[in-house]
């Protein structure tokens, strides 16, 4: 089946370095990427919309300039938490669209950032 | 808007009983999809069932069943014979119109919890 291979899955990092999450594609094209966030017993919240070969498109609120997200290629989507501080410690997961017989999303497994 | 409610924050269900989860939603576009994810502790985002906007039939898979209420935008999650593994977070999706490339948004949440 179809899968979204999202790395890495744990992460602590300190207070203002970078963290890069990766979401690679393994069996199908995915030229679309969407970026989620979910704070603890909470819902996905969308940061963010990838398309290979042009800008991400930010959910309203959402700092572009802290969450970069780079769409390389058509099997690889990045999201880099920059100058990380505490609060942005989250659970982060990738969806991409396709193929159909799962209709149409496939999720990354997950990131859990912890900044201390 | 675009919105989904999900109104039950958590459920105690007995082992074997069936068990029914509500989603209503809110959207102006006549096409769009309805989706069920179940997500344990481990994080990952499981699928479950599917119902489009012009299904006739309501959705069936294995043990999960949708009960889809067009004219009051409800879209039930019901699950037969419950069992131990059921117990998760479960997240009633939405995608606005028809391309399986638009982002798909999430309601609260509803914890179930299945007691032996």
């Known amino acids: 089946g179809a899968v979204v291979s999202q790395h890495p899955s744990r992460v602590i990092c300190k207070s203002g370095t970078s963290v890069k999450i990766e979401c690679r594609s393994l069996?199908?094209?995915?030229?679309?990427m969407f970026w989620y966030r979910q704070f603890p017993k909470q819902s996905l919240m969308l940061m963010a919309t990838?398309?290979?070969?042009?800008?991400?498109?930010?959910e309203q609120g959402v700092e572009k300039d802290k969450f970069l997200i780079n769409h390389a290629s058509l099997t690889l989507s990045t999201l880099t938490v920059t100058s990380a501080h505490p609060e942005d410690s989250s659970f982060y997961i990738c969806s991409a669209p396709g193929p159909a017989h799962n209709y149409g999303y496939t999720f990354g497994s997950g990131t859990r950032l912890t900044v201390v | 808007a675009q919105k989904i409610t999900q109104t039950q924050p958590g459920m105690f269900v007995q082992e074997k009983e069936a068990v029914t989860l509500d989603c209503t939603y809110d959207t102006s576009d006549q096409s769009y999809g309805l989706f069920w994810y179940k997500q344990p502790s481990s994080g990952e985002m499981i699928f479950l069932i599917y119902q489009g906007s012009y299904d006739e039939q309501n959705a069936t898979e294995g043990r999960y069943s949708l009960n889809f209420q067009k004219a009051r935008k409800s879209a039930n999650l019901v699950i037969s014979a419950s069992q131990l593994g059921d117990s998760a977070m479960y997240f009633c999706a939405m995608r606005p119109g028809y391309s399986s490339a638009s982002k798909i948004i999430f309601g609260s949440g509803t914890r179930l919890s299945i007691r032996p």
């Open positions: 990838s398309n290979e070969g042009s800008k991400a498109t930010y």
């Open positions: 069996d199908f094209q995915a030229t679309t």
